[in-house]
């Protein structure tokens, strides 16, 4: 059977076999040449390597399904398939094999255009067995130093995540426990205390809970940063996600004085995306619009289908957004500057990662604002795939 | 005042937070409550056991990322405490969306989810609520 060059190459990984120990490395040289073959082989056999040879591309790439050199001697100049096409064929599948190639002294340019296909160096015909084995000792160090490389950078990764996961729990906990003495604290002695201490202890809860939000959105970016948040794949309520959030807020001192009224069409399709991811989105704009709203001014929210759309509305009667600033709504750690807003705690997040979630789901988010009239905040959502459940 | 001549409602916390703990025993003592308290889970479970307290106020993550649910699990396999009104307080809250958004979906036996820090107001409320309802319930039997 011979394999074509555009075969399904997303199965191949599945296949393939465990990256081979440096001890057990194997070389590959495929070559139309049997002379090359033989005397490649003979060469580096004697200095202690294990050699498989191939008389066409088909063969050697067919073979790789099974092994995975770190190293593929491969030949420019062949007839069925050449050199250029192997190396196409086998990037596809393995990032990490080295390439030489082989080549005439009258290709020394297709030998450098091999290279900028990946191969990584280029051995001119005819070679001596001490260049063979001088470019083959090269070339598996480079293999080994890119293996370590990946090793590194996976770990990396790794500590980078658990490290993000961890402190972010960790610098809740402190802040958690000293922001429940004060919230006791002023709820059990409150009529004991002198104006100027309850001031105080209401200050510091503001501030605790600045840290606490920076920590949660810091943990949100670093989600958003590795595909974590922004799931294509799910199906949401977003009625009972705006419900449950707007309600949440009702109870929340911060909206007292304020107005909150939901407005959700009945029998809404699914829409596309997880609950945590949908949860944070609908969950800043709230928060945002109670917070720059004015004493007695109101929030509505709703939620309207039309055909393959979903559209999220959050209007308030607020301070509004000064035309100046609106461009720069959705850059990281930017906030409003105005008289109003001075005292107004916010890390210059949220907006970041509304956009960064709904962007993610394939949606839109725009602004309307008039300045010391209102705001609304439109978010354009994909309903879910047909046949995705919400879940829950 | 009323309460003051009925035995008074014990609640035990399960919650490796020292700090939390002292905060939220002072304000439901302040309230009449009676409060146990222990600091992981097998403990917890333990106490629950030969306490059979009015109420139980559970954390999450203790020195096992679930441990809160493993031993909310547990509970519920015991007869004496198999109804017992659990409260589950955590700073995870919001990474929890199923039971914020869907409570009643019923993934996870406990009557309640507070976020931590929790608001006392709130917290009071629920916990009175809840403890006069299983009450109320048990009389009823």
């Not at chain 1, 390597?49 to 420019?76: A, S, W």
Request: net charge negative.
């Amino acid at each position: 059977m011979n394999l074509k060059p555009d075969l399904n190459i997303g199965d191949w990984r599945l296949e393939t076999a465990m990256p081979i120990s440096a001890e057990e490395s194997v070389i590959f040289v495929i070559d139309d040449d049997e002379v090359i073959r033989i005397s490649c082989e003979q060469i580096l056999r004697k200095s202690g390597y294990k050699v498989e040879t191939f008389g066409n591309g088909y063969e050697g790439i067919e073979r790789m399904k099974q092994v995975r050199p770190p190293l593929l001697v491969v030949d420019i100049k062949m007839p069925e398939l050449d050199g250029f096409e192997v190396i196409k064929i086998v990037r596809k599948f393995d990032p990490d094999v080295v390439i030489v190639v082989i080549t005439g002294y009258a290709t020394i340019e297709t030998a450098v255009d091999a290279m900028k296909m990946g191969a990584y160096d280029f051995l001119p015909k005819p070679f001596t067995p001490g260049e063979l084995r001088l470019i083959i000792q090269r070339g598996l160090e480079r293999w080994h130093l890119a293996q370590e490389a990946k090793l590194l950078r996976k770990q990396k990764e790794e500590v980078e995540r658990k490290f993000v996961t961890l402190v972010s729990h960790q610098l809740k906990g402190p802040l958690g426990a000293v922001k429940q003495y004060l919230d006791v604290l002023l709820y059990t002695y409150r009529d004991r205390m002198p104006v100027e201490t309850i001031e105080w202890i209401s200050r510091s809860q503001v501030r605790i809970q600045e840290m606490i939000n920076l920590i949660q959105d810091w943990l949100a970016m670093s989600k958003l940063e590795r595909g974590a948040l922004g799931d294509r794949n799910a199906a949401s309520d977003i009625g009972k996600i705006v419900e449950t959030v707007v309600q949440e807020h009702r109870e929340l001192p911060l909206a007292s004085g304020i107005e909150l009224t939901t407005g959700v069409d009945p029998g809404l399709a699914p829409v596309r995306g997880d609950v945590v991811s949908l949860s944070m989105v609908v969950e800043n704009l709230v928060s945002n619009a109670i917070k720059y709203n004015k004493p007695g001014g109101k929030v509505d929210v709703t939620v309207a289908g039309d055909g393959d759309w979903i559209t999220l509305k959050v209007s308030d009667t607020g301070l509004g957004i000064p035309s100046d600033f609106r461009s720069h709504l959705f850059e990281e750690f930017y906030r409003v500057k105005t008289p109003e807003t001075q005292n107004i705690p916010g890390t210059g997040l949220g907006l970041v990662i509304c956009k960064r979630i709904v962007d993610e789901l394939g949606g839109s988010i725009e602004v309307d604002s008039k300045e010391g009239e209102y705001s609304v905040f439109t978010v354009k959502l994909p309903v879910a795939a047909p046949g995705q459940e919400p879940e829950d | 005042m009323v309460k003051e001549m009925t035995e008074p409602k014990t609640v035990l916390m399960i919650d490796d937070d020292v700090d939390f703990v002292r905060a939220v025993r002072a304000l439901l003592e302040s309230a009449g409550f009676k409060v146990r308290a222990a600091g992981n889970g097998r403990d917890g479970l333990q106490l629950a056991k030969t306490l059979e307290p009015d109420l139980i106020l559970l954390d999450v993550i203790m020195s096992e990322r679930t441990e809160g649910f493993f031993v909310l699990q547990e509970m519920r396999r015991v007869p004496a405490l198999a109804n017992k009104p659990v409260i589950m307080l955590s700073s995870i809250y919001n990474d929890v969306p199923a039971f914020r958004v869907d409570p009643e979906a019923g993934w996870l036996p406990a009557n309640l989810f507070l976020a931590k820090p929790v608001d006392p107001k709130r917290l009071l409320a629920e916990v009175t609520r809840l403890t006069t309802t299983a009450a109320a319930e048990g009389r009823q039997q």
